[in-house]
């Protein structure tokens, strides 16, 4: 009983000093944000790492998850004879729901494990060290270009998984389930409304903030050298999974209740 008080009293320690960590990264990051010299081409390099360079993958997730759903969808719909409002379902779920959490999934994975990693490895070979002897700030160095660049392309790379994921449904209704194109596009985009849209860019731009954060944060901690840049870049990924839903599910019922 002993221990299991322990270490559930240390696990409750261990989450708290990490909130502590991050609200206060945060606070600098954006802090220097405003404090010049500002250094665009780290933006823009950043920018190029986070978003360019994801639209591949960002793409191919996209169209296979909007021809999923209008598949399972079409399952149900033909029974009711109703296959022309699967484009409004497809359009509706991506705009609201998968196209920012399956974008901002995807950049996790892919991004922000190569940022706590990046990081992590200067951390251990004492290479942050180095910045603050020649007085530079790590954090207005290597975070708010991070930040910056996560929170401009996550809306963008969402915008952009929207179309596709509704690219995907509009192929499967019109050239497998009999639906015209024009109903196809009328049924879509009367069904969406402004509001959706706004939600889904909305928590895109919370989505990028944790992305940029936990894994800066994570690279920051890492202890142990090679071994530890592994453990801390696994821990941020799982890490940042876990708040995106979260931070899903929060939003989610915020704006049931701002937007019904």
Do not use: H
């Not at 997730?61 to 409002?85: H, P």
């Amino acid at each position: 009983m002993k221990n299991i008080l322990f270490t559930a009293g240390s696990k409750i320690v261990t989450f708290f000093s990490f909130l502590g960590g991050l609200v206060t990264l945060a606070s600098q990051t954006f802090y220097w944000i405003f404090i010049p010299p500002f250094k665009k081409e780290r933006i823009y390099e950043q920018c190029e790492k986070a978003g360019v360079e994801s639209f591949p993958i960002i793409s191919l997730v996209a169209f296979f998850i909007g021809v999923i759903m209008a598949l399972q969808t079409a399952y149900q719909m033909q029974r009711l004879g109703a296959e022309m409002y699967i484009g409004s379902i497809v359009a509706l779920s991506m705009v609201r729901e998968l196209g920012p959490v399956i974008t901002a999934l995807v950049v996790a994975g892919r991004v922000g494990a190569s940022i706590t990693a990046e990081i992590g490895s200067m951390q251990v070979t004492e290479q942050v060290d180095a910045l603050q002897t020649l007085a530079t700030n790590p954090v207005k160095y290597l975070v708010v270009p991070r930040f910056l660049a996560l929170s401009i392309m996550l809306p963008i790379l969402t915008l952009y998984s929207d179309i596709i994921g509704i690219f995907g449904g509009y192929l499967i209704c019109v050239y497998k389930l009999g639906v015209s194109s024009g109903m196809y596009r009328y049924i879509t985009f009367s069904a969406l409304l402004y509001k959706d849209l706004f939600t889904g860019l909305f928590k895109a731009l919370f989505f990028g903030m944790i992305i940029a954060f936990v894994s800066c944060y994570g690279g920051f901690n890492v202890e142990g050298g090679a071994e530890g840049v592994g453990k801390a870049t696994a821990s941020s990924v799982v890490t940042m999974f876990i708040m995106i839903i979260a931070c899903d599910c929060f939003f989610t019922a915020v704006f049931y209740f701002i937007f019904p």
